[in-house]
């Protein structure tokens, strides 16, 4: 392929969308999208997810998971350090052959803090945004807060000591909408958990030129919660998680609670992932267009909230493509297509190396919640037995015979779905070709 003919890249995944609930993107058909059946994420949560994703790897191969007693900044540098290690995979590919890259990411584990970085440029959205210039202010504000561990007179002190009062006045403009909404949300004037950082994204995309050929990741957080002004810090819906984590209770009311507003939030999510669509139509002819999800989000069904848990409603996800105006659709053969197929789906339109896509079988893995239970649980108040049950190495394999959750560490099938002789063949052999 010449020169001429190498497509821009763009992955759009809208963080936290069910395939059961992505009814909304049906419109991306008329746009020359195809979509691709039993599209299957591999980690039950954002990181693993999006690093399978750009590094063709489950989990265990790419080293990006949960880890008991590894949170926060020592997720952190877990996930630069492999990231850099693996080159940032189709990132670091596409950047070697004279590829932009651009990362715009409403979720603040898609950033150069956990290895998405070394790009042309970036941009961290919130919905304490409204546009791409605030959030670059944003950007800055939270890195001063940080050095004065969210101290806000500290912070305002040293921005005024190094003459950078319009950043201040930034920041309280930005400060003050926030507590307005909220407040406006409380009286039932607004709701605040609508919109979480795609107005900021639009503004970044719309009206401006990109250096082709591009690679550009994008993650939208519109159906990730919360979802009620009742639970704006999440801590009803992490403490309803680790409840069904460790001790496999569900909190109805916080089921239910989630359970209402997801189809609103997922339905919202789909339009601002059309918008986006929208303003990059002067860039599809020319591109390789996918859209998906990282995972979906548990409503009572067979757990809540997303992370750990391996269930369908966490694990299947839509998957669209439009492929270049040059280039043929690749079929899709397997029953199955796993998110740790898109580096081959780039390359199937850059090179033309795929003639089919999917598989028979695929998988997904889970090392433990991603959430600190010490935040929520004084020592001793969780047993040592369910904190090992907890965080260990579980499976979910899907084949055309059926799925089964296997747990690698205790050689034991969880759950089994369709013929058990064959998946308990199959699963143990995925699980020793994970291993090695």
């Known amino acids: 392929m010449g020169e001429q003919r190498r497509p821009n890249v763009i992955l ?107 790009v042309t440029e970036g941009l961290m959205a919130d919905d304490a945004c409204r546009r791409h210039k605030e959030c670059k202010d944003y950007e800055r504000l939270t890195t001063t807060l940080s050095r004065h561990e969210g101290y806000l007179l500290g912070a305002a002190l040293e921005l005024i000591r190094d003459g950078e009062v319009r950043l201040l006045l930034s920041g309280l403009r930005m400060l003050t909408r ?43 957080m519109e159906a990730h919660g919360p979802y009620t002004v009742k639970d704006t810090d999440l801590r009803l819906t992490t403490r309803a998680f680790l409840e069904a984590v460790f001790f496999n209770r569900l909190d109805e009311e916080v089921v239910n609670l989630n359970r209402q507003s997801y189809p609103r939030h997922a339905a919202y999510a789909a339009r601002r992932a059309l918008e986006i669509i929208h303003a990059l139509r002067g860039y599809l002819d020319r591109s390789l267009v996918i859209v998906t999800s990282d995972h979906g989000e548990l409503l009572g069904d067979g757990g809540i909230y997303h992370g750990y848990f391996l269930k369908d409603g966490l694990l299947r996800v839509p998957l669209w493509v439009r492929w270049p105006s040059w280039a043929r659709p690749v079929k899709q053969e397997g029953a199955f297509v796993s998110l740790a197929q898109v580096p081959s789906i780039v ?9 089919s896509l999917g598989s028979d079988v695929v998988l997904a893995e889970s090392f433990g919640p991603q959430v600190r239970p010490e935040s929520f649980y004084r020592e001793g108040e969780l047993p040592r037995e369910a904190i090992k049950r907890a965080f260990s190495h579980r499976v979910r394999v899907y084949t055309r015979r059926g799925s089964a959750t296997y747990n690698v560490d205790s050689d034991d099938f969880e759950e089994v779905s369709g013929d058990v002789q064959e998946l308990t063949k199959v699963v143990r052999d995925v699980a020793s070709g994970l291993a090695r």
């Open 347 to 355: 390359r199937a339109a850059i090179n033309g190396e795929t003639s």
């Open 178 to 220: 926030l507590r307005l909404g909220r407040l406006a949300g409380r009286l039932g004037l607004h709701d605040p958990t609508m919109e979480k950082g795609s107005l900021a994204i639009l503004d970044f995309l719309r009206g401006r030129p990109f250096t082709e050929p591009f690679l550009m990741l994008i993650n939208i």
């Open 12 to 118: 759009l995944v809208i963080d936290t969308l069910r395939e059961d609930h992505a009814g909304g993107l049906e419109a991306l058909r008329d746009l020359g999208f195809v979509k691709y059946e039993n599209a299957i994420a591999p980690a039950p949560w954002t990181l693993p997810s999006h690093v399978s994703m750009v590094t063709g790897l489950y989990p265990s191969q790419h080293g990006v998971h949960e880890v008991y007693g590894v949170y926060a900044g020592a997720m952190m540098e877990l996930s630069r350090r492999r990231m850099s290690k693996l080159n940032r995979g189709i990132m670091g590919e596409l950047m070697k052959e004279g590829y932009s890259a651009y990362v715009i990411s409403a979720n603040p584990l898609i950033s150069a803090a956990y290895g998405f970085g070394g």
